[in-house]
């Protein structure tokens, strides 16, 4: 199975915006790039996926590398209620063993400095 | 509307012991999936259920085992309790089963065996 590889923690000014990034070098042609976080005493909770095509939401953008090894959470302005652990998954897009379950690392824990 | 409700909250047991944890999903979720997360770690995952058919197995042992129901929820059980079982035990339901479902995480239920 494909790994992700992030950094164990990231600081940011309040207000600021927030590049959380995520290395999958051995990703595979049909997994989904997903990114969840989990605030602190709760269950974590989806923010974006993407497969090649930057992504848009409400909470954040998802930029992917062309030759998606790697891709970057984007929070554009980081308020306080960001602080949480970011969690980039690789999720497998075909049918199957692996293809229903989340797989997490240890995630990217954000701190907002107010 | 209710998002994923889980009970108990909180449980202590002592090793050897079973113990039940519950779970209801999303009103209209088919898909119900079980994740341990250990302290400092990213949370594991152990089942997931659609349509009270088990879709996919973690890497657990065979004291854990679960069920859902005609009405989606959903429980874990765990027998012969170990010290090493203590975690937060997450539930997460979905639409249906499929990688293109979001998955929605319950608060857990913190787990400690003594």
């Known amino acids: 199975d494909a790994k992700t590889t992030q950094p164990n923690s990231m600081e940011s000014n309040e207000e600021e915006p927030v590049h959380l990034p995520c290395n999958h070098s051995t990703i595979s042609g049909t997994d989904y790039i997903h990114w969840y976080r989990q605030l602190p005493s709760q269950g974590p909770e989806y923010v974006i996926h993407?497969?090649?095509s930057n992504v848009n939401n409400r909470m954040a953008s998802l930029a992917i590398a062309e030759d998606r090894k790697s891709s970057t959470l984007i929070l554009h302005r980081a308020t306080l209620r960001d602080a949480a652990v970011y969690y980039c998954i690789l999720r497998k897009g075909s049918r199957g063993a692996g293809s229903y379950q989340l797989t997490f690392g240890k995630g990217t824990k954000l701190s907002v400095i107010p | 509307d209710a998002g994923v409700t889980q009970s108990p909250t909180h449980l202590i047991k002592t090793r050897g012991q079973h113990v039940t944890l519950r779970c209801s999903p999303i009103s209209g979720h088919k898909s119900v999936s079980w994740y341990q997360q250990v302290l400092g770690q990213g949370p594991q995952f152990i089942f997931q259920?659609?349509?009270?058919?088990?879709?996919g197995r973690g890497n657990f042992p065979d004291r854990f085992s679960a069920r859902q129901f005609p009405n989606y929820s959903s429980e874990l059980n765990v027998n012969a309790l170990l010290l090493g079982d203590s975690a937060l035990y997450l539930c997460?339901?979905?639409?249906?089963?499929?990688?293109?479902?979001?998955?929605?995480f319950g608060p857990g239920t913190r787990l400690t065996v003594l």
């Open positions: 259920y659609y349509e009270k058919e088990e879709r």
């Open positions: 997460a339901s979905s639409l249906e089963a499929g990688h293109f479902n979001e998955q929605f």
């Open positions: 993407g497969l090649t």
